[in-house]
């Protein structure tokens, strides 16, 4: 099956700093990657969607400017938490789809805690 | 965009039992609807897919049903297992770029 794997799996940083995720599509070409937030017992919140080569399309309420998204090649999404501050501290997921078959697959999602 | 709806409360059942969820939505039906499981701290994973017209897909012990005139998917686990043992997410493509809506999920506990 297909397998996206996100990295890494968790991560702790400070106040001010920025963080990077990875997103990787490692056995398919990815068309599109989704970019999702999840707080504890809620469901996922869609943050941006991306297509690779072309700028990602946030959800409102969403700051682009903050939340920095790349997708590179049709295998690898990046999120950059910019500036982050406790309340970015969440778990964050990527999916991606392959545009021929309408499931996604998920990463293993980042516990990004913000200290 | 779609309101998702799906029990909030956990749902405790013994093993070997049947556990049925439901899955409710608002607006327009769906071309298709799909059912995750996720574990706590893991990301989702795809299990099933319904056309919106197939009324029933079965994949060993799970069973997905989609009434488009009442707006309802049911999700059936038979013969349930402690394994079983997760939150499940019903979710409905939202666009024609894929995107998904998910709803909050419901709980599921099998106690042996």
């Known amino acids: 099956g297909a397998v996206v794997s996100q990295h890494p799996s968790w991560v702790i940083c400070k106040s001010g700093t920025s963080v990077k995720i990875e997103c990787r599509s490692l056995d398919f070409q990815a068309t599109t990657m989704f970019w999702y937030r999840q707080f504890p017992k809620q469901s996922l919140m869609l943050m941006a969607t991306?297509?690779?080569?072309?700028?990602?399309?946030?959800e409102q309420g969403v700051e682009k400017d903050k939340f920095l998204i790349n997708h590179a090649s049709l295998t690898l999404s990046t999120l950059t938490v910019t500036s982050a501050h406790p309340e970015d501290s969440s778990f964050y997921i990527c999916?991606?789809?392959?545009?021929?078959?309408?499931?996604?697959?998920f990463g293993q999602g980042t516990r990004l805690t913000v200290v | 965009s779609q309101k998702i709806e799906q029990n909030s409360e956990a749902l405790n059942i013994q093993e070997g039992k049947t556990a049925t969820l439901t899955c409710n939505y608002t607006n327009y039906s769906p071309a298709y609807l799909q059912w995750y499981r996720q574990d706590p701290g893991r990301g989702p994973v795809f299990l099933l897919l319904?056309?919106?017209?197939?009324k029933e897909k079965r994949k060993e012990r799970l069973k997905v049903t989609f009434d488009t005139t009442l707006k309802q998917s049911l999700f059936h686990i038979t013969a349930s297992q402690p394994a079983d043992s997760a939150t499940y997410l019903c979710a409905l493509e939202d666009d024609s770029w894929g995107k998904f809506q998910f709803g909050a999920g419901t709980q599921v506990v099998v106690t042996p």
């Open positions: 991306s297509n690779e080569g072309s700028k990602a399309t946030y």
């Open positions: 999916s991606a789809k392959t545009g021929r078959h309408p499931e996604a697959f």
């Open positions: 319904i056309r919106e017209n197939e």
